[in-house]
């Protein structure tokens, strides 16, 4: 099994900065690519930035120049540094894994538990 782990959430003031980490734990072989998407209060889960097994990243129009992902392959561990925030960003944040448990097998994505961000004075 595996377990997708986030962290870092919480309230902040509007400006300021949060980093986020998703742990992967169990039974991995790879991590193919990593997401991190967002739920707003009272709206659809949105696509927010991504990265790849060789560090290509991708990111929402509404957060681009000012969130950045990363990953630490040796910890199995994604961020997502958040700067800038602003109270649009209030949501709760998930983070998605498409992981090979073995070799020569398809991955299979993992979500996790998500973290809440809330950004208000």
């Known amino acids: 099994q595996v377990n997708l782990v986030e962290s870092g959430g919480g309230l902040v003031q509007p400006g300021g900065s949060l980093r986020l980490s998703c742990a992967a734990s169990?039974?991995?072989?790879?991590?193919?690519?990593t997401a991190w998407y967002r739920q707003p209060p009272g709206k659809q889960r949105e696509l927010v930035a991504t990265?790849?097994?060789?560090?290509?990243?991708t990111y929402a129009d509404s957060v681009k120049d000012r969130f950045t992902i990363s990953r630490d392959n040796a910890k199995n561990t994604v961020y997502l540094q958040m700067n800038s925030l602003t109270p649009e960003d209030t949501a709760v944040y998930y983070c998605?894994?498409?992981?090979?448990?073995?070799?020569?097998?398809?991955?299979?994505?993992?979500w996790g538990q998500g973290t809440q961000v809330t950004v208000s004075s």
């Open positions: 998605n894994s498409n992981i090979r448990t073995r070799s020569f097998t398809e991955p299979v994505r993992f």
């Open positions: 169990g039974r991995i072989f790879s991590i193919d690519s």
């Open positions: 990265i790849t097994s060789g560090g290509s990243t």
